[in-house]
């Protein structure tokens, strides 16, 4: 294989992969927006995050974080629960972006109100757990909130 060959691979790998993390951050943005601009009150704040995950508190108590899975050229959306104080992370469920800027095949990437419709769902179990253990006044586990168990004990 001559340079040449190489750096004309290296180009299309450059803009491949530049063009997947624009993707990745269309979604992020589309998704804060989301998020503030919503008339729903769903409970979650802006936390700081890594430079490449976006991170929510949730009740003031969790954090939601959403991030590209590592590795590189990867198209896995990935979100997480974890303790207010990093104690635990537990994965609540995956997605996929591909190369046109699709999530999960089906939701653009630009259009905030079905990126947050599709957020929501990922992480319903959350929701679902919380409000099972208070309406039962049972403490919460990470687990639970990830569907990890079908009841509470």
């Known amino acids: ?11 299309y ?3 491949r992969h530049r ?16 998020i503030t601009l919503s008339k729903a009150r769903l409970h979650h704040a802006m936390s700081c995050a ?3 995950d976006l991170c929510f508190v949730l009740f003031e108590h969790f954090h939601i974080s959403v991030t590209l899975a590592e590795g590189f050229n990867s198209h896995t959306i990935e979100y997480y ?21 699709q ?13 947050l419709e599709h957020y929501l769902e990922k992480i319903a179990s959350v929701y679902n757990g ?19 168990q079908a009841q509470l004990a």
Do not use: F
């Not at 063009?19 to 989301?34: F, K």
């Not at 999530?103 to 990126?115: A, F, L, P, T």
């Open 50 to 52: 890594a430079e490449k």
């Open 19 to 34: 063009r997947q993390q624009d993707h990745w951050h269309t979604y992020c943005n589309s998704l804060v927006q989301g």
């Open 81 to 101: 629960v974890e303790s207010v104080d990093g104690s635990d992370k537990q994965l609540i469920a995956q997605a996929q972006l591909s190369a046109d800027g």
């Open 130 to 148: 919380l409000y099972t253990a208070i309406e039962r006044d049972q403490p919460v586990s990470l687990p639970q909130l990830c569907g990890q």
């Open 13 to 15: 790998i450059a803009d």
């Open 1 to 11: 294989m001559t340079i040449w060959e190489i750096s004309e691979k290296a180009d």
């Open 103 to 115: 999530v999960d095949g089906r939701i653009s990437n630009r259009d905030r109100e079905k990126v």
